[in-house]
């Protein structure tokens, strides 16, 4: 066997069959002399300086391109778990905005209820437009209180109260062509 003309990782697999190439030919000849050759051993192949560094740059360059790969499907990983984070809490902020707005809408009711009972006189329509007053003057002041600017426009008509009434009821209600009257 001349392992010169062998590829690498083929002298390292044949070890075997080179130690017994080189038994037969060292046997052949050390019979001349009297000697009997009982085994060899290829214990270590030494390739040359520039293969040796070739081959660690080979394992060097394969070692990189798994740790590249593994580090991709980390971030992949990682950006899904953040997506996933942030749709779980999006979904927990809208569960908690339609819990507030459910015990918004049922406190109203309770004000209309016992502001009615107690004001016969007064409609639950019109109790509704009072409460929705109030509430446009409690925003207002929240504004002024917390606003950054200095300047608020504000549209402001007699007839305003009125029409925001309407509009917040459209909002929440739909059209008033579609609404019962209260």
Do not use: C, W
Request: net charge negative; hydrophobic share 40%; proline share 3%.
């Amino acid at each position: 066997i001349n392992a010169e003309y062998m590829g690498l990782d083929d002298v390292f697999l044949a070890k075997e069959t080179i130690a017994k190439a080189l038994k037969d030919d060292l046997e052949a000849e050390m019979n001349q002399f009297g000697f009997t050759i009982i085994q060899t051993l290829v214990t270590d192949i030494q390739p040359d300086h520039t293969v040796k560094t070739s081959m660690n740059a080979i394992n060097a360059a394969q070692r990189q391109r798994v740790a590249a790969v593994d580090k991709g499907e980390a971030e992949k990983i990682s950006v899904v778990k953040q997506a996933e984070a942030d749709a779980e809490a999006k979904r927990l902020s809208g569960v908690g905005l339609a819990e507030q707005r459910k015990a918004v809408i049922m406190g109203l009711k309770e004000s209309i209820d016992s502001f009615s009972q107690t004001n016969k006189e007064i409609t639950q329509k019109e109790a509704m437009e009072l409460l929705l007053l109030n509430q446009y003057f409690d925003t207002m002041k929240d504004m002024a209180a917390n606003s950054k600017g200095s300047t608020l426009f504000v549209p402001h008509t007699p007839n305003m109260v009125k029409e925001f009434g309407k509009q917040v009821r459209e909002g929440v209600m739909g059209p008033a062509n579609l609404m019962p009257d209260l």
